[in-house]
């Protein structure tokens, strides 16, 4: 690894990312996402650094997915990818450093494969080697040419286990059906429908879906995040009094099961409960 990309990942280590690579931008050039982040990049944009930010804080079995039981990781994996920008221009001012997290026009799961930091799951998911699939993913594009070796793509053990699991159908041979997924449904606005309704009172679940990554053998061993936001003042469920309590948005802004609102949780947990009345129509 040449000096200049090593001083990078440096920088970036010493902002509390550990997991990171590089990719040639180039080979992403053509799969960008058509998102208003397209206007951010950076004119020349050369290489992108690519970070994975493990969440996983250990079984605590709730109503919420993992990953919405902490703060929403946009803030805090945003907050870390700035901080790196900002020390990044400071080592190498002539040059432009945009971070970016899931709203992004980068092809995260495919530029960090590139960048080696895992394998591909059968639901579409990207696996680390420690962390396994609880990990979000983050980059910062740079028109700073850096070092960047293709890896090759890999695939998971192709166990099958998570298509077997799955609840309402949306992995299959030719990959996730979005619109079928339980975490697509828990969130989706409007009336459900019945199949639907019995999907989210078979599971437990009124915010997103764990199951086809619960029954991974790639996440067996998943170590537990050494990023103290994802650890502390978790949330994996949520009661009746708490959604209906006047002050639940106010408390919970910061939370990403709450982007959409606090009716389609009410709705959910209504489901749950047998309360058909908490349906939105």
């Given at each position: 690894m040449d000096a200049v990309t090593a001083a990078v990942l440096d920088i970036l280590?010493?902002?509390?990312?550990?997991?990171?690579?590089?990719?040639?931008?180039?080979?992403?050039?053509?799969?960008?996402?058509?998102?208003?982040?397209?206007?951010?990049?950076?004119?020349?944009?050369?290489?992108?650094?690519m970070a994975l930010f493990p969440y996983y804080a250990g079984e605590a079995g709730g109503n919420l997915s993992?990953?919405?039981?902490?703060?929403?990781?946009?803030?805090?994996?945003?907050?870390?990818?700035?901080?790196?920008?900002?020390?990044?221009?400071?080592?190498?001012?002539?040059?432009?450093?945009?971070?970016?997290?899931?709203d992004s026009p980068i092809p995260e799961v495919g530029a960090a494969l590139l960048a080696g930091l895992g394998l591909r799951g059968r639901?579409?998911?990207l696996i680390s080697e420690a962390f396994g699939s609880y990990v979000f993913i983050g980059e910062v594009i740079t028109d700073l040419a850096l070092e960047a070796k293709p890896a090759?793509?890999?695939?998971?053990?192709?166990?099958?286990?998570?298509?077997?699991?799955?609840?309402?159908?949306?992995?299959?041979?030719?990959?996730?059906?979005?619109r079928?997924?339980?975490?697509?449904?828990?969130?989706?606005?409007?009336?459900?429908?019945?199949?639907?309704?019995?999907?989210?009172?078979?599971t437990g679940r009124i915010w997103g879906c764990d199951i086809c990554q619960d029954v991974c053998p790639h996440n067996r061993t998943a170590q537990e995040?050494?990023?103290?936001?994802?650890?502390?003042?978790?949330?994996?469920?949520?009661?009746?009094?708490?959604?209906?309590?006047?002050?639940?948005?106010?408390?919970?802004?910061?939370?990403a099961f709450l982007w959409k609102g606090k009716t389609i949780l009410r709705r959910n947990l209504g489901i749950l409960e047998g309360h058909p009345e908490d349906t939105i129509r």
């Open positions: 280590k010493g902002c509390g990312i550990g997991l990171c690579g590089t990719a040639d931008f180039a080979l992403l050039q053509a799969h960008l996402r058509p998102c208003a982040g397209r206007r951010m990049l950076p004119e020349d944009a050369r290489s992108a650094v993992k990953y919405a039981a902490a703060r929403d990781y946009h803030l805090t994996v945003m907050e870390m990818l700035r901080e790196a920008a900002a020390r990044l221009k400071e080592t190498f001012p002539q040059n432009a450093f945009v971070p970016f997290c899931d639901n579409g998911l090759a793509e890999r695939g998971c053990l192709g166990c099958g286990e998570c298509e077997k699991c799955c609840p309402s159908g949306a992995l299959r041979g030719e990959g996730l059906l979005r079928r997924c339980l975490s697509d449904v828990t969130q989706r606005r409007g009336e459900l429908t019945q199949r639907e309704q019995t999907l989210i009172r078979g995040t050494p990023i103290a936001a994802f650890r502390r003042d978790l949330k994996p469920s949520l009661c009746r009094a708490e959604i209906d309590d006047t002050d639940f948005e106010e408390k919970n802004a910061d939370r």
